[in-house]
């Protein structure tokens, strides 16, 4: 049981690790806090505690996830779709 909260601790770290490349604020800031907050809770013990983290990781994951197809998506609106204001 262990060995596969590990793994799945480490798959979370390396998942969030390889999304906070592009980071708005920069890929060093989101791999400090990365780092400090697993460092935060490298000694719990409790499996329960521990899928709570991990499920809690996984929710950052998915906000990331949001943020940057919202800013894909707000980049292509600007590119490929002119204001009305410019054509009235």
Not at 14 to 38: E, H, I, Q, S, T
Not at 62 to 88: G, I
Request: aromatic share 14%; hydrophobic share 35%; no cysteine.
């Amino acid at each position: 049981m262990a060995n596969s909260l590990r793994r799945e601790v480490l798959n979370l770290y390396k998942n969030l690790l390889f999304l906070g490349r592009d980071y708005p604020k920069g890929a060093d800031y989101f791999k400090r806090r990365l780092k400090n907050v697993f460092l935060k809770n490298k000694d719990v013990k409790d499996p329960e505690k521990i899928k709570e983290l991990i499920a809690r990781g996984e929710f950052v994951m998915k906000e990331l996830e949001a943020l940057y197809f919202l800013r894909k998506y707000r980049a292509m609106k600007q590119r490929y779709y002119s204001d009305t204001k410019e054509t009235n």
